[in-house]
Structure formats: C-alpha cells, structure tokens
C-alpha cells in the first residue's frame, strides 16, 4: 500500500531515493531549502544544473543527488503567492504531478517534498498543505510508484498544517 508521511527535520539527511527542490527557474541555487541541498550535494549539483537552461515555473527536472544520501535530486519550481489569483493552486499542483511523474518514471520507490513555495515564496501553509496532500493522494491511487511519499516538514507550523490536511483528506 502506498503511502505518505510526515517527516520532521531536514530534507538533506533523508535516506530516500529523490528528494524535491523547491528551486526557482534558474536552477541555479538560492537560499532556503535551495541552499540547503546544493550544499549538502556539493558544487557538481551547480554544475549539473547550468547545463539545463533553466525551469519555468510549475515544472520539474531531474538530476543526480551526487553527494547527497538521495540518489536524485527533483528540481521543480513553486508559484510566487500573489493573492492566489494569479493562477497559483493550479501552478502549485503542477509541481507535485510533474514531481512525482519523474519520480515514477525514474523508478524511485521513495520522495521527500518540501513545503514547496511556503517560504520565500509565500505561500499560505495550509492552502498549500491541502494541495501538497490532496495531489500526492491522487497520484498515488493510479501509480505504483512512488510507494512512499514523505512530507518533510521544517518547523512545527508545517507539520500540523500537514497533519490538517491529511485529517480532511
Ligand atoms: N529541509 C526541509 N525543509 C526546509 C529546509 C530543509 N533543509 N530548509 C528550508 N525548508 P523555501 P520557496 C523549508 O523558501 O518558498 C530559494 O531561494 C522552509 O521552512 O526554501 O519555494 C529558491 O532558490 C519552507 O517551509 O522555498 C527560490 O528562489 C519550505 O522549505 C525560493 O527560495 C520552502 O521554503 C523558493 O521559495
């Protein structure tokens, strides 16, 4: 039975086969969990990244996790909070479908997301909780694979906003 779970503490140090980056569409690094991830993966992660020419926001691309436990590293690019009229639920559920698809595609039994655009992007926690749940469910009922979904959570506020939403869900 597949599976999601919530998973306190930092994205980097998780033993899965493809952590998410919530990147932005230069694909070349930046702060929050962005920084995090290329440092823990280590400047061949940049290098990678630059020969992409980049990532429009709702997509996703793959790369290796090089010095990362994870084997790969999914890159994909959360909406900007705007108000919420600026297209951002759709462009948000697009980051977990394309997420995931490459996930399947790439075989990986096991990915970890991050609280895709709740920090510099600003996206309010529990509308975006409520997407984040309801699309990886939805994945998950016609895929084999991903088997396990982990929802990784920096700070308590994600956590419950999660807990939330898989309660409604
Ligand atoms: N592990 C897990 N989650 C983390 C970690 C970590 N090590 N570090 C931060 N978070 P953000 P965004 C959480 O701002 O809103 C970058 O500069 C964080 O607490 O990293 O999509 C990119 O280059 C929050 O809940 O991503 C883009 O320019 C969540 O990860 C921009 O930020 C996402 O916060 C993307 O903004």
Not at 79 to 88: A, H, I, L, M
Request: with cysteine.
């Amino acid at each position: 039975m597949p599976e999601i779970r919530i998973e306190e503490g930092d994205i980097t140090r998780l033993d899965v086969d493809a952590i998410v980056n919530a990147a932005n569409s230069t694909l070349l690094g930046g702060g929050g969990v962005d920084g995090a991830i290329h440092r823990a993966a280590g400047p061949q992660l940049k290098a990678h990244c630059a020969g992409l020419g980049g990532c429009p926001t709702g997509e996703a691309r793959i790369t290796p996790g090089f010095n990362l436990p994870a084997r790969y590293v999914i890159h994909t690019v959360g909406p900007v909070w705007r108000g919420g009229n600026d297209n951002e639920p759709d462009l948000l559920e697009s980051c977990y479908r394309q997420s995931l698809g490459l996930a399947a595609e790439h075989d990986c039994r096991s990915v970890a997301f991050p609280a895709i655009s709740c920090g510099v992007y600003g996206y309010p926690l529990e509308q975006a909780a409520a997407v984040a749940v309801s699309t990886v469910q939805h994945f998950l009922q016609s895929h084999e694979q991903p088997a396990t979904v982990l929802l990784c959570c920096f700070g308590d506020a994600v956590a419950s906003a999660y807990r939330q939403a898989l309660e409604a869900g």
